[in-house]
């Protein structure tokens, strides 16, 4: 289990920015994908963008050209650049890591993300 620690949710108007932090406690972050997910209410979490050791990423459709992910390999860091930021973005943001061999999967507590049209 791997202790994660989200920051950097809050209130903004739609097209502005945001930039989601999530720590992880692990030895070796080199063996973790780590990723972003959204749970708005009523609705199932989704996938927002995932990132390999190898820095090869994924978006969900929704959020490609406006997100970005990206990760530092020494704070054991993995981001979430947030621009053009739209009403439907807000949702409870969680951080994943998703251990490489054993796909075990932890979470974080998640963080607020509201967007005011």
């Known amino acids: 289990q791997v202790d994660l620690v989200e920051s950097g949710g809050g209130w903004v108007q739609a097209g502005g920015s945001l930039r989601l932090s999530c720590a992880a406690s692990?030895?070796?972050?080199?063996?973790?994908?780590m990723g972003w997910y959204r749970q708005a209410p009523g609705k199932q979490r989704e996938l927002v963008a995932r990132?390999?050791?190898?820095?090869?990423?994924n978006y969900a459709d929704s959020v490609k050209g406006r997100f970005t992910i990206s990760r530092d390999h020494a704070a054991h860091t993995v981001y979430l650049q947030m621009d053009s930021l739209k009403p439907e973005d807000t949702a409870l943001y969680y951080c994943?890591?998703?251990?490489?061999?054993?796909?075990?999967?932890?979470w974080g507590q998640g963080t607020q993300v509201t967007v005011s049209s």
């Open positions: 994943n890591a998703e251990h490489l061999k054993s796909r075990t999967q932890s």
């Open positions: 692990v030895e070796i972050f080199a063996l973790y994908v």
């Open positions: 990132i390999t050791d190898g820095g090869i990423t």
